[in-house]
């Protein structure tokens, strides 16, 4: 693997490469060449047609095959001192669709992974409220109002470690602080309704069960717009990894803000300024003034194939894929650039096109060899353009780690090999 390697190389633009061209002519002329041979793929019983196939239920819960035992969550050893107050990165190269499978999507925990006992589980409501509320797991699961939303989840520090230049080779390990799931839960309005929040209530202390009991204020109104207390995800109950058996959905805002293992939520008239909230998760400014509850996540996109785990394996038809998702608002185009951002084209968004959720582009394209500078931008319904990394350095200076959502470019050499790097 070659993860946490360091690079940083600059680039000018290069002249934009021809891209259109013939491309089904191509991947014919190319099966055609490969039928010239007999192929034991084709002319040989192969040994998993020998015999009978494992019967049902010997994989009670299934896996996948175990051709695709690489694809897994991965770690960057010397970014953390422990791996209890640590990050893996979802394999965004390696995946498609819009959906990030359970296992694989990226983990960010403080004290590790609680593994708690649903039955001895609870979430209070306390505060400012008319009743002060207890729910078990059953309670909610019987709550009137249950709903199913898709949305995206990004760590605030995702891509923080490109903030001084190119640095680690693989998108998995530059984006991957970010997936993408269907939750299943109660809206949170309807169980502070329940509660009777007070005129005087305007803020929430939301609080998790782990061992780090990680807290963060979250505005009323956000609370009420979109909230949900989840128990599901894909279908199924939360994973341990993800807050199992509850987890705050904010929709759209900073990974931080959706606590995991929720075990309290305080009605209060003003924030807590707790450390997730001051010492962490603010943005320090050239000047020295630091930027404080930049909750929303801005519109950002990356090219996953190709990218430095995924190289260019064939000459000619090509398809480029990558995932775009704003906090602010749907995504309304995704552009592609061969050249370094001198030539853009339009990406096809695939359906379902959600908000705030991942979207899928792809862009098809005529490779002839030579060296390509990939990048993509995404624009949402706002009228938001991801900026340029040079851009969102001359409003952020480099002392930021969070909400990093410069253009990302790629580098594709002529044997394919394909490295992070940045052009001024
Ligand atoms: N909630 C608790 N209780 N403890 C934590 O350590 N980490 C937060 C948030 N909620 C955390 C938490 C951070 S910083 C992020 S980015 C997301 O959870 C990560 O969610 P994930 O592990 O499902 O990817
Ligand atoms: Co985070």
Partial sequence: MDNGTTRSQRFGRRRFLGAAGAGTAALLAASAARSATPDPAITEVQDWARGLGDGVATRPYGMPSEFEKHVVRRDVEWLTASRQSSVSFTPLHSLDGVITPSGLCFERHHAGIADIDPAKHRLMINGLVDRQMVYTLDDLKRFPGRVGRIHFLECAANTGMEWRGAQLNGCQFTHGMVHNVAYTGIPLRMLLDHCGV????????AEGGDAAAMTRSLPLDKAMKDCL?????????????????????????????????LRRIEVGDQPWHHREET????????????????????????????????????????VLSGLAWSGRDAIRRVDVSLDGGRNWRTARIDEPVLSPSFVRFYAEFDWNGSELLVQSRA??????????????????????????????????????????????
Avoid: C
């Fill in 198 to 205: 007070r005129t005087n209530g305007r803020w929430l202390l």
């Fill in 229 to 261: 207390v989840a128990w599901a995800m894909n279908g199924e109950a939360l994973r341990p990894e993800q807050g199992y058996p509850l987890r705050l959905v904010v929709p759209g805002w900073e990974g931080n803000m959706w606590v995991k293992w």
């Fill in 279 to 318: 010492s962490k998760y603010t943005d320090l400014l050239a000047d020295g003034r630091a930027r404080r509850f930049t909750w929303i996540m801005d519109a950002k996109s990356v090219v996953a194939n190709p990218s430095p785990q995924a190289p260019l394996r064939h000459r000619g038809p090509n």
């Fill in 379 to 424: 624009i949402d319904a706002t009228g938001y353009v991801q900026p340029t990394k040079h851009e969102l350095r001359r409003f952020r200076g480099t002392n930021s780690i969070y909400h990093n959502n410069g253009i990302q470019t790629w580098l594709v050499r002529p044997n394919g090999e394909t490295e992070n790097v940045e052009i001024s």
